[in-house]
Every structure is written in structure tokens, then in C-alpha cells.
């Protein structure tokens, strides 16, 4: 049985996220009441994206310091 056999088969998937540094996010943490930074981080991924009045007002402000939606590529297992 050679090593490759075992490998569990992976799939790429995309997901669509606001791009911004980690001082900005820092930031804007300190801005919102009640938000962390894992909050906003939640809030920047726009591929299922939370719904609410706290996550667009996380991202209207991240687009207003200058964050940009990208896209990114992620491997999971198939």
C-alpha cells in the first residue's frame, strides 16, 4: 500500500471576505459596543454572511477605512 492511498480526497472551496489589517479590525472592536475581535472577524466573511445591524455596521465601517473584498481559497476534505 503506498503512502498516496491514504490521503483523504480534498476539494477547494472560495470564500469572499473583506480584507483588512489587524490594527483596523483592533479598532473598530473598540468602536462597536459589545464587539470583539472575533465578532468582527466573523462579520468580514461575506460568503454566509451574518445578518444583523451590529455585523453591517462592522462592515460599512470596514469599508470605510479601506478594507477590500477578496476572495480566498481554501482546501478541505472532499
Known amino acids: 500500500m503506498k503512502k498516496s492511498d491514504n490521503v483523504a ?3 477547494k472551496i472560495a470564500i469572499r471576505v473583506i ?3 489587524a490594527a483596523l479590525k483592533k479598532q473598530i472592536a ?3 459596543p459589545k464587539c470583539s475581535i472575533d465578532t468582527v472577524r466573523n ?3 461575506l460568503t454566509n454572511p451574518r445578518q ?3 455585523p ?3 462592515r ?3 469599508m470605510e477605512l479601506g478594507g477590500v473584498e477578496v476572495t480566498k ?3 478541505v476534505s472532499a
Do not use: H, S, Y
Open 56 to 58: 453591517d455596521r462592522i
Open 9 to 11: 480526497p480534498m476539494r
Open 73 to 75: 481559497f481554501k482546501w
Open 60 to 62: 460599512r465601517r470596514a
Open 43 to 45: 462579520a468580514l466573511v
Open 19 to 21: 480584507e483588512l489589517p
Open 30 to 32: 473598540n468602536e462597536c
Open 52 to 54: 444583523g445591524e451590529q
